[in-house]
């Protein structure tokens, strides 16, 4: 972990912070439908408000971050979802909870390209997939506590989870303003939309590739537990055990071989690890016990492992230092909208059969490393 520096560990740490309080997302089904009364359609449909607004904030985040900074747009979207979360939380009539969700999907991911760009700016190329994926191990640490932790304090009443949300919001906030100098280029014109990114037909297709990849990575929290709840039979408990392991090999591993992946090629290491996750997901297409269930975990967990820290060196080496906001909100679009698409495309296959879900799950992953190998010539000489 040596060798980075100081404002990275003051950005990773108010990142960790954060995911420690991220309590109210994995429980909103939940809230909506016990504590506010919701119908599960009605929930569903305040649930699809928060992805429109989540898609939108990418765009708009990667804008401001170009435009007004990196530390303003991070420490502004971190107290602008604090605000919004005890306004959910206050929320008790039907139009108020809509309002509030899309505007909280509108802000809570605002910090992501600016964090992006942040570390791009901060960090030399050699280092920066060990820095992405230790930042990636941060948010799955800081995640596994915070959920656990959300789920019991939930017995006492949900008011405490937005609480806790909002508050880590603002710590967030305040630590990188003041222990994360702004790193926005002043040396040149930042003007414009998204025209200049579109234009980059390496990215365009880098976006694509990870369109790919964030699709097959949304079945862990879209489909899979369905399929293994109401397909294989399964109860919630051994389910949710399996999972586990998912975010204890990444807490245990993710450190130890960041140095040596970010050694590698990135556009071949993204295709080896792509390849890995495919396999895991195809191979759940045999799962008929907990057991398999976990041999499948492994194989698609080793593959999110080697591609944790590569997509944001790739953006980062990809983008203009001016435009590395923008670059990093194509990106975040890409993740936003895997994760509207991925049950509407998972739910139809699924109703089919195991096999055909699971099967095109792979194939599309199989797919995402064959245009990553394709893009790896035009990478390299970027």
Known sequence: ???????????W?????????????????VYL????????????????????????????????????GRRATLSGGM???????LALGYSSSLPAIVASMLMLGLVMDVYRPASAALVADLVSPEERP??????????????????????????????????????????????????VPETRPAARESGGGFGVVLRDRVMVGFTLVALGNALVYAQTYTMLPVAMTKVVGLSAGEFGVAMALNGILIVIVQPL?????????????????LSVM?????????????????????????GEVITAGIPGAVVATLAPPELR??????????????????????????????????????????????????????????
Request: hydrophobic share 55%.
């Open 1 to 11: 972990m040596g060798g980075l520096p100081r404002a990275f560990w003051a950005l």
């Open 13 to 29: 740490g108010g990142t960790v912070v954060n995911r420690l309080g991220t309590m109210v997302m994995p429980f909103t089904g």
């Open 33 to 68: 439908t016990q504590s506010r009364g919701l119908s599960v359609a009605a929930a569903g449909l305040v649930m699809g408000v928060f992805g429109v607004g989540s898609l939108l904030s990418q765009l708009v985040a990667g804008v401001l971050t170009d435009r007004i």
């Open 79 to 85: 107290l602008a979802t604090a605000a919004t979360m």
């Open 130 to 179: 060990r820095a992405y994926g230790l930042l990636f191990w941060g948010i799955n640490l800081g995640y596994a506590v915070g959920v656990t932790a959300g789920g019991w304090l939930a017995s006492f009443g949900f008011l405490w989870l937005f609480w806790i949300d909002a508050l880590s919001g603002v710590v967030f906030a305040v630590l990188v303003w003041r222990a």
């Open 257 to 273: 071989v960041s140095g040596w992946l970010g050694r590698r090629d990135p556009a071949r290491m993204f295709a080896l690890g």
């Open 278 to 302: 495919a396999l895991g997901f195809a191979m759940t297409a045999f799962v008929e016990s907990t057991l398999g269930l976990v041999v499948t975990i492994v194989v698609w967990t080793a």
């Open 325 to 382: 906001g923008r670059y990093s909100g194509l990106f975040g679009f890409s993740w936003s909208l895997a994760a509207m698409l991925a049950p509407l495309v998972g739910g139809p296959l699924l109703e089919v059969g195991s096999q055909a879900l699971w099967f095109t799950i792979g194939g599309v992953g199989v797919l995402s490393a064959a245009g990553m190998l394709l893009l790896g010539p035009a990478i390299r000489q970027r």
